[in-house]
T-cell receptor, first 110, second 112 residues
Framework: TQLLEQSPQFLSIQEGENLTVYCNSS?????LQWYRQEPGEGPVLLVT?????EVKKLKRLTFQFGDARKDSSLHITAAQPGDTGLYLC??????????FGSGTKLNVKP | NAGVTQTPKFQVLKTGQSMTLQCAQD?????MYWYRQDPGMGLRLIYY???????DKGEVPNGYNVSRLNKREFSLRLESAAPSQTSVYFC???????????FGSGTQLSVL
């Protein structure tokens, strides 16, 4: 069983639509991260959320950390083909271990 | 600005063969990591090294060994490759006190 569960696993939408991706766990984390990965490349960090209830915005991407620090969401407004990729959430255990969710594969069609 | 460099990019092995995946970073980071990525499984931690001279197991260490050769280099060895080890392997590094992982571009390994 994975420490972090992501949903949905796959998402295919039209350009201009909005979407939300979820990352859930039964554990409490001090912080949670979101990464984006393109084919043939390693993941790249988008954001780190630290405080329960925290909301961070990165252009059209909005990240939220749950009040209980067990879950997080990523919302994309007016998705564009350039948003296509694999979105991964990650949590840090014992200061050194980074555990990743199973990922959400997003395809934005023009 | 190379960042994290992994070699080779592609490798095909026969069952039972051994090989070492190499990883080097030029950012003077203390911590280094090895992950494997399988479809639908995200990234799973194999081993990590919090600092030069130390290594620790992650989620899926069986069948692998690691060596932190110096601060720059962290290698992953498969002593007797199995088809279940077919995967894409990623190396990552991190500066102490900072939570950002920097990844290499991966090694695609097939074990026949």
């Amino acid at each position: 069983t994975q420490l972090l569960e992501q949903s949905p696993q796959f998402l295919s939408i039209q350009e201009g639509e909005n979407l939300t991706v979820y990352c859930n766990s039964s554990s409490v984390f001090s912080s949670l991260q979101w990464y984006r990965q393109e084919p043939g490349e390693g993941p790249v960090l988008l954001v780190t959320v630290v405080t329960g209830g925290e909301v961070k915005k990165l252009k059209r991407l909005t990240f939220q950390f749950g009040d209980a620090r067990k879950d997080s969401s990523l919302h994309i407004t007016a998705a564009q083909p350039g948003d296509t990729g694999l979105y991964l959430c990650a949590a840090i255990y014992n200061f050194n271990k980074f555990y990743f969710g199973s990922g959400t594969k997003l395809n934005v069609k023009p | 600005n190379a960042g994290v460099t992994q070699t080779p990019k592609f490798q095909v092995l026969k069952t039972g063969q051994s090989m070492t995946l190499q990883c080097a970073q030029d950012m003077n980071h203390n911590s280094m990591y090895w992950y494997r990525q399988d479809p639908g499984m995200g990234l799973r931690l194999i081993y990590y090294s919090a600092s030069e001279g130390t290594t620790d197991k992650g989620e899926v260490p069986n069948g692998y060994n690691v060596s932190r050769l110096n601060k720059r280099e962290f290698s992953l060895r498969l002593e007797s490759a199995a088809p279940s080890q077919t995967s894409v392997y990623f190396c990552a590094s991190r500066d102490s006190g900072r939570e950002k992982l920097f990844f290499g571009s991966g090694t695609q390994l097939s074990v026949l």
